[in-house]
């Protein structure tokens, strides 16, 4: 079945640590995105990709980064300069970033909580 | 700028009972989309529907029903017959159609069915 996975479920960092969320998709989607989800603060864009080896600033990007190189894959770094990285992340792909395609919004991931220890 | 509220933080009801969930939004843009999404604990987001914004008619879906009304901006979201298992968070989201597609969230509703 087509989806997206991202690992690990829950992921623990040390602070002062990087650590990379994986996203992957089978989809053949050609936007990924990814968002951060607080309490009480919905759902925030992080960063996302229209394309392979391309990739925008989200609302919340300080802190972050993320690669492209493949189609199928979106990994987000969370740096040591993101002050505050204790969340869950969501990341999602779509058809595409044109208003008519991606009829249907987005497919998630089931998300990655992450906490800093 | 645009924008989704969802006013109702938490909203506990018994099960059988019917619930309302409120979502008002602000665009500027003329053609845009509403969605709803559910978050189960398990924590993704499962699309529940979509509506473009020159479509006005009500959709009713076994038992949910969402009522969008242009005129006050709103797209609220009925379950008739609450079950626990419509416990969850319920997000409102709005896409404009210009530009990139990008989704803005509501910060939720929590809703939790008691048996």
């Known amino acids: 079945d087509g989806g997206i996975t991202q690992s690990p479920k829950y992921l623990f960092r040390k602070e002062g640590q990087n650590v990379t969320l994986s996203c992957e998709q089978n989809l053949n989607h050609d936007a990924m995105y990814w968002y951060r989800q607080d309490p009480g603060q919905g759902l925030r864009l992080i960063y996302y990709s229209q394309i392979v080896n391309d990739f925008q600033k989200g609302d919340i990007a300080e802190g972050y980064s993320v690669s492209r190189e493949k189609k199928e894959s979106f990994p987000l770094t969370v740096t040591s300069a993101q002050k505050n990285p204790t969340a869950f992340y969501l990341c999602?792909?779509?058809?595409?970033?044109?208003?008519?395609?991606?009829?249907?919004?987005?497919?998630f991931g089931s998300g990655t909580r992450l906490t800093v220890v | 700028a645009q924008k989704v509220t969802q006013a109702q933080t938490e909203i506990s009801v018994v099960e059988k009972e019917d619930v309302t969930l409120d979502c008002v939004y602000e665009t500027r843009d003329t053609t845009y989309y509403l969605f709803w999404y559910k978050q189960p604990p398990s924590g993704e987001l499962v699309f529940l529907i979509r509506r473009n914004s020159f479509d006005e008619q009500n959709e009713i879906s076994g038992r949910y029903s969402w009522n969008f009304q242009k005129s006050t901006s709103s797209f609220n979201f009925t379950i008739t017959a609450s079950q626990v298992v419509d416990s969850a968070v319920y997000f409102c989201?709005?896409?404009?159609?210009?530009?990139?597609?990008?989704?803005?969230f509501g910060t939720g509703t929590r809703l939790l069915v008691s048996p």
């Open positions: 999602a792909s779509s058809i595409g970033g044109r208003p008519a395609s991606g009829v249907l919004g987005y497919t």
């Open positions: 989201a709005l896409r404009q159609d210009t530009g990139f597609q990008k989704l803005v």
